[in-house]
């Protein structure tokens, strides 16, 4: 016979699989009597688990949805496809990302060894479509989330551009996904500032135990000020453009945040960049509005070469 702490979870977890047992069932799988079944489900319920229970030859006892959401029990099957749905939701763009791995950290801290081996063999057994930008690494991920919800301070490994490495010492804020790329947002200790860090570069130390107090950001919103910095930090180069719509309108069309300063009910300069102006010149095209060049040569010259190819493009259509 099971003593009463290990009934109670092989209790809980019956109750999880089925909606109804009957008390003659549930004494059955457990080899106590209808009696114990009872007190156990007392037990239960002064956890915080909503049982039901139904009087009758038709009832029985069944596991309701709560007011708070209380621990579940996981066979190793259930946990493995848990943590790989997790991870692969964490990548997937589905707006759950950064819930998704707190979520699986907490999950991943408590999976026995022999299920993380399992963990990892789906993932590298796994292959994705990738574009240009490095593949994720969810162990880093889970680590820098394990460390934003436990408050504590993160050290790591840093590659900068360039290939140059250092370490850092943060307290850790933020997780931001932005395209195929995480980025975090610390307070970076030995700079005495705030930092935004590429998560594929980082290599976290061992847990330091430090805890935190969380600092207030300088902005309204983490992922505008982690965009902003990132944005503009990344332009290889530069332009300030006349928009010839009013600024809302103009500030609406463009998914990162960009200076963009009223003149008047009907037009706005915008100050933006790019890695070439023949890519800021193809993606403002795309913006509908009518524009004039105020500072940029190279993108009025990349203006000119992509007119003459619509212009060529057109032409070659009618001749057809």
């Known amino acids: 016979m099971l003593e009463t702490s290990a009934r109670l979870l092989e209790l809980l977890s019956l109750l999880q699989l089925k909606r109804d047992w009957t008390g003659t069932e549930l004494a059955g799988r457990l080899d106590v009597s209808t009696r114990t079944v009872r007190a156990d489900i007392a037990r239960l319920r002064s956890l915080g688990y909503p049982v039901d229970a139904r009087p009758g030859v038709a009832g029985g006892y069944r596991l309701a949805a709560g007011t708070a ?35 699986l950290a907490k999950l991943e801290q408590v999976l026995p060894s022999r299920l993380r081996r399992r963990v990892e063999a789906v993932r590298e057994a796994t292959s994705v479509v990738r574009g240009t930008e ?96 990132v944005g503009k930090a990344a332009w290889k180069y530069r332009a300030r453009v006349l928009a010839h719509a009013p600024a809302a309108e103009v500030a609406a069309k463009i998914p990162i945040p960009v200076d963009v300063e009223v003149v008047d009910e009907a037009t706005c300069r915008v100050e933006l960049g790019s890695d070439d102006p023949d890519r800021l010149a193809l993606w403002m095209a795309q913006l509908d509005v009518d524009i004039e060049v105020i500072d940029g040569d190279g993108l009025a010259v990349a203006f000119d070469r992509l007119a003459r190819r619509f212009r060529r493009a057109a032409g070659g259509a009618s001749a057809t």
């Open 69 to 103: 959401m209380p621990p579940l029990l996981l066979d190793d099957e259930e946990a493995v496809a848990v943590a790989v749905g997790l991870g692969a939701a964490a990548t997937r763009g589905l707006g759950v990302e950064e819930t998704s791995l707190t979520a």
């Open 134 to 229: 490095p593949p994720l690494d969810l162990s880093v991920l889970g680590a820098v989330a394990a460390a934003i919800r436990g408050r504590e301070r993160l050290r790591f490994g840093y590659t900068k551009p360039g290939d140059s490495e250092g370490a850092r010492h943060t307290e850790p804020h933020r997780l931001v996904s932005w395209g195929p790329l995480w980025y975090l947002l610390a307070w970076d200790l030995d700079r005495d500032d705030w930092r935004v860090f590429r998560v594929d570069r980082m290599v976290p130390r061992p847990a330091t135990g430090a805890r935190f107090q969380p600092r207030a950001i300088p902005a309204d919103d983490a992922v505008a000020y982690v965009v902003g910095r």
